[in-house]
């Protein structure tokens, strides 16, 4: 971040002054008991806690600078500095996008239901190669992260990379007039945060909002085997090949995103032969934690072919690279030098790092799921060569009516899978268990835990030397729990 002062901060966000306007600050903290005199704190009014109850804890801990949405002033902060607004989130998100607009770098844009952090984190390291990059830290990619990385950009960064979550109708549009995008990569259209969402399609719809503030000419890289992202690029092919327009409207999507696909440049990857940027050849070595493939495609009337390793596994990886390759080439980055980038990357904590835990191989995939994401960690299961295969699966939250639907889906495909030992976690995935059940997998092979603390006292009973054990649940199930509880009890 460039230093700025709280006068500027306060012309950025439109707030009122009271206390000392000249000071500098560096920073910005939702923590109470994250202090420091250059630190603003930002307290949010959630649905059970509102910050403003912590604004005298954070002045307490050195906060000398506070936005406030109330009128008053707290007791016993008499040397605090108060930026009164309406709506503390509102106008911290206008002095990010004010903020952001002082920088020309490009930034883009990623999203999709799952691997965005992956498909972040590649594209980071490929274009690293020759750019100074800023990338999304942590998981800053909510309504309030993503406006907290505007604030990191500063003037030695070329690029910016910012992941773009969002589970609600209107936040992608809200995070998009932030950060201003105009390349962007759409990695899947799956059923996360269907439950508030209804269906996929409108899920596509908050994604492809992605899009709204590009300028003419972006660039828009989405995932050519996913249905509904295909049903977007077959559109707008066909838009600008006709000239008739008219196709974009049997896809469900604003208006605004309508008007900017027409003009802007969109592409597709994956591992199919119609796919733009593609991955041929594709071998696994699961013993070596490798993936090799051949990356072939047709970029600006140039046809590149170059062989790539991973050291990941699993075809979606693959695709997460397809794209990463795809934004150097945009970049004018040697793709020899890109994939030193790619090379040279490794797996974030907790989504999907393959570990030897004594004579154990862990799969730690426990920071968040997806039905899609679960099915992506079962394969890459199912391929271990080891004397069992157990999967540890916690729920998938936030589905809606559409929780035990889903659940058994994963269950029938447990069943069809590699899989010698199933275990449970939490209500949902116990319809999972028994799907599988009623598909043909052996009762006795299925276990059913209530919750982590549950499934951290059978582990020691159940697992063995030399298994395979892949864990994976949502952020609230907290299966990393349960990880540590392995790795304490096979470490040697």
Same mark, same amino acid.
């Given at each position: 971040?460039?230093?700025?002062?709280?006068?500027?901060?306060?012309?950025?966000?439109?707030?009122?002054?009271?206390?000392?306007?000249?000071?500098?600050?560096?920073?910005?903290?939702?923590?109470?008991?994250?202090?420091?005199?250059?630190?603003?704190?930002?307290?949010?009014?959630?649905?059970?806690?509102?910050?403003?109850?912590?604004?005298?804890?954070?002045?307490?801990? #050195?906060?000398?600078?506070?936005?406030?949405?109330?009128?008053?002033?707290?007791?016993?902060?008499?040397?605090?500095?108060?930026?009164?607004?309406?709506?503390?989130?509102?106008?911290?998100?206008?002095?990010?996008?004010?903020?952001?607009?002082?920088?020309?770098?490009?930034?883009?844009?990623?999203?999709?239901?799952?691997?965005?952090?992956?498909?972040?984190?590649?594209?980071?390291?490929?274009?690293?190669?020759?750019?100074?990059? !800023?990338?999304?830290?942590? /998981?800053?990619?909510?309504?309030?992260?993503?406006?907290?990385?505007?604030?990191?950009?500063?003037?030695?960064?070329?690029?910016?990379?910012?992941?773009?979550?969002?589970?609600?109708?209107?936040?992608?549009?809200?995070?998009?007039?932030?950060?201003?995008?105009?390349?962007?990569?759409?990695?899947?259209?799956?059923?996360?945060?269907?439950?508030?969402?209804?269906?996929?399609?409108?899920?596509?719809?908050?994604?492809?909002?992605?899009?709204?503030?590009?300028?003419? /000419?972006?660039?828009?890289?989405?995932?050519?085997?996913?249905?509904?992202?295909?049903? *977007?690029?077959?559109?707008?092919?066909?838009?600008?090949?006709?000239?008739?327009?008219?196709?974009?409207?049997?896809?469900?999507?604003?208006?605004?995103?309508?008007?900017?696909?027409?003009?802007?440049?969109?592409?597709?990857?994956?591992?199919?032969?119609?796919?733009?940027?593609?991955?041929?050849?594709?071998?696994?070595?699961?013993?070596?934690?490798?993936?090799?493939?051949?990356?072939?495609? *047709?970029?600006?009337?140039?046809?590149?072919?170059?062989?790539?390793?991973?050291?990941?596994?699993?075809?979606? /990886?693959?695709?997460?690279?397809?794209?990463?390759? #795809?934004?150097?080439?945009?970049? /004018?980055?040697?793709?020899?030098?890109?994939?030193?980038?790619?090379?040279?990357?490794?797996?974030?904590?907790?989504?999907? *790092?393959?570990?030897?835990?004594?004579?154990?191989?862990?799969?730690?995939?426990?920071?968040?799921?997806?039905?899609?994401?679960?099915?992506?960690?079962?394969?890459?299961?199912?391929?271990?060569?080891?004397?069992?295969?157990?999967?540890?699966? #916690?729920?998938? !939250?936030?589905?809606?009516?559409?929780?035990?639907?889903?659940?058994?889906?994963?269950?029938?495909?447990?069943?069809?899978?590699?899989?010698?030992?199933?275990?449970?976690?939490?209500?949902?995935?116990?319809? !999972?268990?028994?799907?599988?059940?009623?598909?043909?997998?052996?009762?006795?092979? *299925?276990?059913?835990?209530?919750?982590?603390?549950?499934?951290?006292?059978?582990?020691?009973?159940?697992?063995?030397?030399?298994?395979?054990?892949?864990?994976?649940?949502?952020?609230?199930?907290?299966?990393?729990?349960?990880?540590?509880?392995?790795?304490?009890?096979?470490?040697?």
């Amino acid at each position: 971040m460039e230093e700025i002062t709280i006068s500027q901060l306060a012309q950025l966000a439109g707030a009122t002054i009271k206390g000392d306007s000249t000071k500098r600050i560096c920073g910005f903290s939702t923590d109470s008991r994250i202090g420091g005199e250059q630190i603003v704190f930002l307290p949010i009014q959630g649905e059970k806690v509102d910050g403003h109850d912590y604004i005298q804890d954070a002045y307490a801990n #050195g906060i000398r600078t506070t936005f406030t949405s109330r009128k008053e002033i707290i007791p016993k902060t008499e040397e605090m500095t108060y930026l009164f607004v309406d709506d503390t989130i509102c106008a911290f998100q206008q002095a990010a996008a004010a903020y952001r607009d002082q920088f020309t770098i490009p930034v883009v844009g990623v999203t999709g239901s799952v691997g965005k952090t992956t498909t972040k984190e590649m594209i980071a390291a490929t274009l690293s190669e020759g750019k100074c990059v !800023l990338k999304t830290q942590g /998981n800053k990619n909510s309504q309030i992260g993503l406006p907290q990385m505007m604030f990191e950009f500063s003037k030695k960064h070329e690029i910016a990379v910012i992941e773009m979550g969002m589970s609600l109708p209107g936040e992608m549009q809200r995070l998009v007039s932030v950060a201003k995008p105009q390349i962007a990569v759409i990695s899947n259209i799956g059923t996360a945060h269907i439950g508030q969402l209804k269906s996929r399609e409108k899920i596509r719809l908050e994604k492809m909002s992605i899009i709204n503030e590009f300028s003419k /000419n972006g660039l828009l890289l989405l995932n050519g085997e996913n249905d509904l992202l295909k049903e *977007v690029y077959d559109a707008v092919k066909e838009g600008k090949e006709n000239g008739n327009w008219d196709v974009l409207e049997k896809i469900d999507l604003l208006k605004e995103t309508k008007e900017k696909l027409k003009d802007c440049n969109v592409m597709t990857y994956g591992t199919t032969s119609d796919c733009d940027l593609k991955a041929v050849q594709i071998r696994q070595d699961q013993n070596k934690n490798q993936t090799l493939f051949t990356f072939s495609g *047709v970029f600006q009337a140039k046809q590149y072919s170059e062989e790539i390793l991973l050291h990941t596994l699993g075809i979606h /990886n693959v695709q997460n690279a397809l794209a990463a390759l #795809g934004l150097a080439l945009f970049f /004018n980055i040697d793709l020899k030098q890109a994939k030193k980038g790619l090379e040279c990357y490794q797996v974030p904590e907790m989504r999907g *790092v393959i570990e030897t835990v004594g004579r154990l191989t862990l799969i730690d995939d426990s920071y968040n799921a997806s039905s899609d994401s679960m099915k992506c960690g079962l394969d890459i299961l199912s391929g271990i060569t080891k004397k069992r295969r157990v999967a540890i699966l #916690g729920d998938i !939250l936030e589905l809606g009516e559409l929780a035990e639907p889903l659940h058994r889906e994963i269950g029938t495909y447990v069943a069809k899978s590699n899989i010698d030992q199933l275990i449970t976690v939490g209500t949902c995935t116990a319809f !999972l268990a028994k799907e599988a059940i009623l598909q043909g997998m052996d009762k006795n092979q *299925v276990i059913i835990c209530h919750d982590q603390k549950e499934a951290c006292d059978i582990v020691k009973d159940v697992l063995k030397e030399e298994d395979a054990v892949f864990i994976k649940g949502s952020r609230g199930m907290y299966l990393e729990n349960v990880v540590h509880k392995i790795k304490e009890l096979f470490s040697e």
